[in-house]
């Protein structure tokens, strides 16, 4: 018997093979095809594993991944692009925010929880857009109420169908007047609710989560918050009852359990920064934490069930996908246990020139093509010579090797500083035709490239 997950993704990744997923991938990150063939079997396998039966499916972990690379090669990009083709919760954190248990900083169990907050939150948006319709026309008919006058009583001998046609056709005139917009300057008074929240101290030693789990339920009344009246136009008046009656017509509960099960079978935590918190054999001080963090998170890599306000959740079949840079330290360095929990490891190459030159016009969210489109908001014409682009990208390798190598995140500080006249004369140019060619670039670039000092502050 197959297992299916929750009411899962929008779009329709079972029919996507890694091929094809790459391809997906290819029109955002340039380059990385280890690593995108990596993402992409690890996301077909989920499908695969939904197939089973439940017996053998619970027996299947999901591979987790290690992505080992220089910054702004595409590590995060790629993670994050693979959850929303998944149309999967994702989380992103940083190993290094993490702490021992019973230091202060964050608790480890915090990354599963986030992540069961943001599958709430997508539920319920795939929800409301279900009900909206119905949620609408609920909130018309109130707004309605509120807008006729009090029809007086109808007596016995009065009721008849003209009068309740008449009263009908009243209505339907004020129906069709608040579509048209011709009643959004009326003020309507409503019933509001405020949303306040008590405030209280949280014992040492505990976290906001525990605390939060049964306050609501041992004191309801603290946190239903008291109405007041409050006047506003017909347009406000008509999206505050909307919201209201959407909230109405979810099920929270319903949302709670199918965001934990779509958690627990689809579900993917991006580690980052994994390398801050490899330990080095023999050292001491901040090096005994760092260690004591990677134990801390072992159980939640290896399968262990974390308390959250929505109820248990499993972590036997998230997905995990670190990331780090490992310049000081390398992947041998973690712990053995925590090691072996990470069997695929991808390399992530740095960037080459020519990988620059695609990343600045290939991708479907180019720099480039953002530019353009910012200034083209103010009747600019902004277009780049193909010399140009391979001036930037020169540019750009040669301060990554002078300098820190920052990857194609350097792109952004060179184009910034490229264009910063043209952004700031934008509104008062009368050319509204501007065309970068290589002695721009070279005008604009050459004396910070060349004084390294100032290039280390500037780019």
């Known amino acids: 018997m197959p297992i299916f997950l929750p009411e899962t993704t929008l779009?329709?990744?079972?029919?996507?093979?890694?091929?094809q997923i790459v391809a997906e991938l290819d029109k955002y990150v340039v380059g990385q095809a280890a690593a995108k063939r990596a993402v992409a079997i690890a996301l077909r396998n989920r499908t695969r594993r939904q197939k089973l039966s439940p017996e053998l499916a619970e027996e299947i972990a999901p591979k987790n991944i290690l992505m080992?690379?220089?910054?702004?090669?595409?590590?995060?990009?790629?993670?994050?692009?693979?959850?929303?083709?998944?149309?999967?919760?994702?989380?992103?954190?940083?190993?290094?925010?993490?702490?021992?248990?019973?230091y202060v900083g964050r608790d480890v169990e915090s990354m599963v929880r986030d992540l069961v907050e943001l599958a709430v939150d997508m539920v319920r948006q795939e929800r409301i857009e279900e009900v909206r319709q119905k949620a609408q026309q609920n909130a018309e008919e109130r707004l309605l109420d509120l807008l006729l006058p009090p029809a007086r009583s109808i007596g016995p001998e009065d009721e008849t169908g003209a009068a309740r046609g008449e009263l009908q056709q009243t209505r339907e005139r004020f129906r069709d007047q608040l579509r048209a917009g011709r009643l959004d300057q009326r003020v309507v008074e409503l019933e509001v609710r405020e949303k306040s929240f008590p405030s209280f101290e949280i014992i040492a030693g505990?976290?906001?989560?525990?605390?939060?789990?049964?306050?609501?339920?041992?004191?309801?009344?603290?946190?239903?918050g008291r109405t007041k009246k409050r006047r506003m136009k017909v347009p406000e008046a008509l999206e505050y009852l909307t919201q209201e009656e959407e909230q109405k017509l979810i099920d929270m509960d319903s949302v709670?359990?199918?965001?934990?099960?779509?958690?627990e079978q689809a579900?993917?935590?991006?580690?980052?920064?994994?390398?801050?918190?490899?330990?080095?054999?023999?050292?001491?001080?901040?090096?005994?934490?760092?260690?004591?963090?990677?134990?801390?998170?072992?159980?939640?890599?290896?399968?262990?069930?974390?308390?959250?306000?929505?109820?248990m959740v499993r972590t036997d079949h998230i997905l995990f996908i670190a990331a780090g840079a490992f310049h000081v330290s390398k992947p041998s360095d973690l712990i053995p246990e925590l090691q072996g929990r990470f069997p695929i490891r991808v390399?992530?190459?740095?960037?080459?020139?020519?990988?620059?030159?695609?990343?600045?016009?290939?991708?479907?969210?180019?720099?480039?093509?953002?530019?353009?489109?910012?200034?083209?908001?103010?009747?600019?014409?902004?277009?780049?010579?193909?010399?140009?682009?391979?001036?930037?990208?020169?540019?750009?390798?040669?301060?990554?090797?002078?300098?820190?190598?920052?990857?194609a995140r350097r792109l952004h500080t060179i184009l910034e500083k490229l264009l910063e006249d043209v952004s700031f004369?934008?509104?008062?140019?009368?050319?509204?035709?501007?065309k970068v060619d290589v002695a721009y670039v070279r005008k604009q670039l050459a004396d910070i490239v060349k004084d390294q000092d100032l290039s280390r502050y500037i780019l």
């Open 11 to 19: 779009s329709s990744t079972d029919s996507l093979t890694p091929r």
């Open 347 to 407: 390399e992530l190459k740095s960037l080459t020139e020519a990988d620059f030159i695609r990343i600045l016009k290939e991708p479907k969210n180019a720099l480039i093509k953002q530019y353009q489109a910012l200034l083209d908001t103010e009747g600019i014409k902004l277009s780049f010579t193909e010399d140009a682009l391979e001036e930037i990208a020169a540019f750009a390798a040669r301060v990554n090797e002078t300098t820190e190598n920052i990857g």
């Open 425 to 434: 004369d934008g509104p008062d140019l009368k050319k509204k035709n501007v």
């Open 206 to 224: 505990s976290s906001v989560e525990e605390v939060d789990i049964n306050l609501k339920d041992m004191l309801p009344g603290l946190f239903q």
């Open 267 to 311: 579900g993917i935590i991006f580690l980052d920064e994994i390398d801050k918190i490899a330990g080095r054999e023999g050292s001491h001080g901040p090096d005994v934490s760092r260690e004591g963090v990677q134990r801390d998170i072992l159980p939640i890599v290896e399968g262990t069930t974390v308390n959250t306000k929505y109820g």
């Open 256 to 263: 709670s359990r199918t965001a934990v099960n779509r958690v």
């Open 68 to 102: 080992i690379g220089p910054t702004g090669v595409g590590k995060t990009e790629i993670a994050r692009r693979l959850a929303r083709l998944a149309q999967s919760p994702f989380v992103k954190v940083e190993a290094s925010k993490f702490t021992e248990v019973g």
